[in-house]
Each structure stands twice: as C-alpha cells, then as structure tokens.
C-alpha cells in the first residue's frame, strides 16, 4: 500500500513535499463541525491512487468514509445507504461527475445530500457554472493540498442543498 507516486526525474522539492505529507497523519486545524466523526463521505473515484489519497486526507480530516470506483457504485451505495455528503471525481468513464450530480438531483431520497466535485483537468470558471447549474453544492480543483477541499465540505455540510438542476435547454 503505497500513498504517492513519483515520476522520475524527482524534482527535490515535490519529494520533500510528498515525505512531509506521508509523516504525519494529517489533521485538520479547522474547528469539527457538530458530530463531525458521525459525518459519512461517499468518495467516488476511478482511479485506485487518488480514491486512497481521499479517504486517507478525509478520514485525516475526521470523516467516516466510503470508497467505490464509478458513478454506478457510488449510486448503488447511496440508496443503500445514504451518506451525509458525496465527493465525487468528474472525469470518469461510463458515467462522469456532472451526470453522477444530475442523477442524485433527480433522486427523490438522495437529493438532498450535498455533492462537492473535484477534478485535476477541469477547473476554469466555467466549469464551475457548470458544476453548480447541474446542482452541485461545490466544485474544487484537485491539487495536492487537501486543505481546501476540506474545508469546502465542511462548509457545503453546513449549508442547505442546492435546489434541482434546471436541465432546460437555453433560449
């Protein structure tokens, strides 16, 4: 079980980064929501490395997390089991991020759980409209700080949930 990967050449810089990272389980500065280690994260990621980071980040972070590997899974586990909040990759085959918000959306159970997006190709501001059209309660960049991420969780955890997409096509 492996945390990181490194591609040669190593820039000095990005190994000390990825040492300090592994030495210490992070832990999250920020004050715990109430009944912050109850809180249920749905992680939904296809790729094996960055699934793993996300839990270890937001177990870190004081979070009970589930983990599956594609939009389907992750609508399968939710029905199952509802969770408090769904982090969820955009870039994924079959079914990706946007359509995965729009399924829970329309879900009569699962539309009210707050759904933040991270993706580490998408990120300009319109993707970001995007994201939150589509109802999703955040949209973040993936980068190797999870600091951020984290704390827009906590904040979409303590907001109400976006209403509905509109899916209407525009005039």
């Known amino acids: 079980g492996f945390s990181a990967l490194l591609l040669k ?21 920020a004050p ?11 992680v939904v990621d296809d790729d094996p490395l960055q699934r793993r980071l996300a839990e270890y980040q937001l177990t870190g972070g004081g979070f009970r997390v589930r983990a599956v590997s594609s939009a389907k899974e992750a609508l399968e586990a939710a029905q199952e089991s509802p969770p408090d909040a769904i ?30 997006l991270i993706s580490s190709h998408y990120g300009n501001h319109a993707d970001e409209e995007l994201a939150l059209k589509l109802g999703a309660s955040a ?15 906590r904040e979409v955890l303590s907001q109400p949930v976006p209403a509905r997409a509109s899916l209407e096509p525009e005039a």
């Open 87 to 116: 982090l969820s990759d955009v870039l994924m085959p079959d079914m990706d991020g946007f359509e995965l918000c729009m399924c829970i959306r329309r879900h009569p159970i699962l539309s009210k759980i707050p759904v933040l």
């Open 32 to 42: 715990p929501l109430q009944n912050e280690h109850g809180i249920t994260v749905l």
């Open 9 to 29: 050449p190593i820039d000095p810089i990005a190994l000390l980064e990825t040492v300090r990272l592994h030495l210490e389980r992070p832990r999250s500065s």
């Open 139 to 153: 949209f973040v960049a993936r980068s190797g700080d999870w600091a951020h991420a984290l704390h827009t969780l």
